[in-house]
């Protein structure tokens, strides 16, 4: 059998710290007919320097003078070559199996475009493990209200071509999987495969979403008004991307407005989800007989809701 051509893409801006260890971690893969490519995206530290002493030649290094994550992405996936591309981000690191089962499901499951995987995570003291709901009808649903991938876990098609959009960068990935999702298959290998190290992107990417919240607010509102509603339910937003609300009336308010209008029971399960989360958060009777009125979808909740372990 023939192994196809696997590249593993890795945007790189001042890392320093972790590229040394990210581009092991590839070099290191049970899976060996591999491609890495690596984009120093206009990096100010010592980037070059240490890509400068790999000589594998696996590694091809590429520099950018043009800052942003979404032109990095795209210029990485007009030079891959490989029947699968696979995202690393350079601070990650992935399992030294990962490209092998990966690529084996894909090859196995050819109808799948999109194929993420469960991740470890470092430099967090609370959350050690991630774990999403794994089918193509549960990553549908989660969609259409959050990401529920890992990018440094994704492998895709080479042949999806995905385009990532400047005006959403660092939300590039969850913006192209929302525009493009019902032309894809998704799924999640249940396997420990990426590690994802959170502590300082999490801190540094908090607050450049911030900056653009309005612009996936309107992804957001855009895919409400698919759904038949026209107000926005911006509580219910914040409230599902882990904000604390202050607001638990409007929050429900939200819920059951959105879950009224809703056909899909994944969706609706993912709501009574959020019920559930909102209980937990701000007990009350209203509350309570929304989810018990609703507890016949409290079985399918459970199965596709996210798990975060310490």
């Known amino acids: ?104 499901f894909m090859e196995a499951y050819p109808e799948i475009d999109v194929l993420g995987t469960y991740a470890n995570i470092r430099g967090s003291s609370s959350i050690k493990k991630v774990k999403w709901p794994c089918g193509n009808k549960a990553l549908q649903a989660w969609i259409g209200f959050r990401n529920p991938f890992i990018q440094s876990s994704l492998m895709i098609k080479k042949s999806v071509q995905p385009t990532y959009h400047s005006d959403y960068d660092y939300m590039e990935d969850y913006h192209w999987l929302i525009e493009n999702r019902t032309t894809l298959e998704l799924q999640i290998l249940p396997a420990y495969l990426c590690s994802y190290y959170q502590s300082n992107k999490a801190i540094k990417l908090k607050s450049k979403q911030y900056k653009q919240q309005s612009k996936l607010l309107s992804i957001w509102n855009r895919e409400m008004s ?47 989800y959020q019920a559930f989360r909102l209980l937990k958060m701000s007990p009350s009777l209203t509350v309570f007989m929304f989810c018990v009125s609703n507890g016949h979808l409290l079985p399918k909740a459970m199965r596709i809701r996210p798990r975060y372990l310490v």
């Not at 995206?41 to 890509?51: F, M, P």
């Not at 914040?238 to 209008?261: A, C, W």
Request: proline share 3%; hydrophobic share 40%.
């Open 1 to 104: 059998m023939i192994e196809p051509l696997v590249s593993i893409l890795i945007p790189a801006h001042n890392a320093e710290k972790t590229i040394s260890t990210a581009l092991h971690s590839c070099l290191n893969q049970t899976y060996e007919n591999i491609e890495i490519l690596v984009l120093n995206n206009a990096s100010k530290d010592q980037t070059q320097k240490i890509l400068d002493g790999f000589s594998d030649a696996r590694i091809q290094v590429f520099y950018s003078d043009q800052k942003g994550i979404s032109k990095a992405r795209n210029f990485l996936v007009s030079k891959a070559q490989g029947k699968y591309i696979a995202w690393l981000d350079a601070d990650d690191i992935a399992m030294p199996s990962r490209m092998e089962l990966q690529t084996e």
């Open 226 to 272: 698919k759904k038949g509603l026209s107000e926005s339910f911006e509580c219910l937003f914040r409230f599902m991307r882990g904000d604390v609300s202050n607001n638990p009336k409007q929050v429900l308010h939200e819920i059951k407005t959105v879950f009224e209008v809703l056909q899909n029971q994944e969706e609706r399960a993912i709501l009574l």
